[in-house]
């Protein structure tokens, strides 16, 4: 892909939104994948993983938003605060939790998962630094404008994780793919 990036930020990037989408996953959270939002061309492109929140948000949906924070602590031990603005968001809601203690939570939470998270990571890498922008599925997500490259796609992700994915995660894929999809 033609963006510009060092591999320093690159593996960071990789590390942080591959921690979210293992916490989702395990979480039962549906997650559409880890994504690269926005034209190449401008500034603004972001990494970002794509989950459906709880509604009331609980406690799957704090562990996943502090997912990236520990993902780096876990892989780099230390996490920089400033790219962690949007994660940190939820936390200022009237009886949320702690933002340092769901850190810790989700960094106990993932050092199982540490061998997983960095296949996911390998799989980010791969993608940004060997295939070209044209071979790269975009897609545009439901009332929103800008265009999300596509990472490491769902069904991917649930396979590499061995897990099930959500009957609305399948049922996306389905309608994506125009077909039967095997993620069961």
Request: hydrophobic share 40%; charged share 25%; proline share 4%.
């Amino acid at each position: 892909m033609n963006i510009s990036i060092s591999d320093e930020q690159l593996k960071i990037a990789a590390v942080h939104e591959s921690s979210h989408a293992v916490m989702a996953v395990l979480r039962d959270l549906p997650c559409w994948g880890i994504f690269l939002q926005g034209e190449l061309d401008q500034v603004d492109v972001k990494f970002c993983c794509l989950v459906t929140n709880g509604t009331p948000l609980e406690k799957s949906d704090y562990l996943h938003s502090a997912a990236g924070a520990a993902g780096e602590l876990l892989f780099f031990g230390e996490y920089d605060y400033g790219p962690t603005d949007l994660d940190r968001m939820i936390f200022t809601r009237p009886g949320a939790p702690s933002w340092d203690e769901t850190v810790e939570e989700a960094r106990s939470i993932l050092t199982a998962e540490r061998e997983k998270i960095q296949t996911i990571v390998s799989l980010v890498e791969e993608k940004v630094t060997h295939t070209p922008d044209s071979m790269v599925k975009t897609r545009r997500m439901a009332g929103d404008t800008r265009v999300f490259r596509e990472l490491v796609p769902a069904g991917k992700l649930y396979l590499t994780l061995g897990r099930t994915a959500p009957d609305t995660v399948v049922s996306w894929l389905r309608a994506q793919l125009g077909r039967q999809t095997t993620l069961r």
